[in-house]
């Protein structure tokens, strides 16, 4: 696969299906734990409402996970549509796209494995200083080119 293929303001999405993709990974890896976890408690899925339910549930960094997925990474969607409808896309825009995608991978695998905060929370705050510094970039980039 050569990048030549590429029409260059596509490129741009690559890393958002990427994001995609992960996000797909942490929602079926969500419903593993839970399926697991209540067939090992040997809980009621049909007696409970859903609430009373998941306050029995003690397995939840995959459902933390996925519910994170929409918080900060809904700007990186919007910046990789607003990219690739103004053409304005750039070597380093690029290149922060992947960053942010391999970093947010990074984010997710700590959250659903080992779930140490504070590795957690620095691979966090880089994968917003990431993203602030291309949505910085392309402001630039619209007020000067």
């Known amino acids: 696969l050569s990048l030549s293929m590429w029409h260059p303001s596509y490129q741009?999405?690559?890393?958002?299906?990427?994001m995609v993709i992960l996000?797909?990974?942490i929602w079926i890896k969500l419903y593993v734990d839970r399926i697991t976890e209540i067939n090992k408690?040997?809980?009621?899925?049909?007696g409970n409402n859903s609430k009373q339910l998941v306050s029995l549930?003690?397995?939840?960094?995959?459902?933390?996970?996925?519910?994170?997925?929409?918080?900060v990474p809904v700007l990186f969607y919007v910046l990789c549509g607003f990219v690739a409808i103004t053409k304005m896309e750039s070597s380093l825009l690029l290149?922060?796209?992947?960053v942010y995608l391999f970093v947010r991978i990074a984010h997710a695998v700590i959250h659903v494995t080992y779930n140490r905060?504070?590795?957690?929370?620095?691979?966090?705050?880089?994968s917003c200083v990431v993203l602030y510094s291309m949505w910085g970039l392309f402001m630039?980039?619209?007020l000067f080119l």
């Open 12 to 18: 741009i999405f690559y890393p958002a299906f990427g």
């Open 23 to 25: 996000t797909i990974s």
């Open 41 to 46: 408690k040997k809980l009621n899925a049909n």
């Open 57 to 71: 549930l003690e397995n939840v960094n995959a459902s933390d996970h996925f519910k994170n997925l929409f918080e």
């Open 95 to 98: 290149i922060g796209a992947w």
């Open 117 to 126: 905060i504070l590795h957690r929370f620095y691979v966090y705050f880089f």
């Open 140 to 142: 630039l980039l619209l």
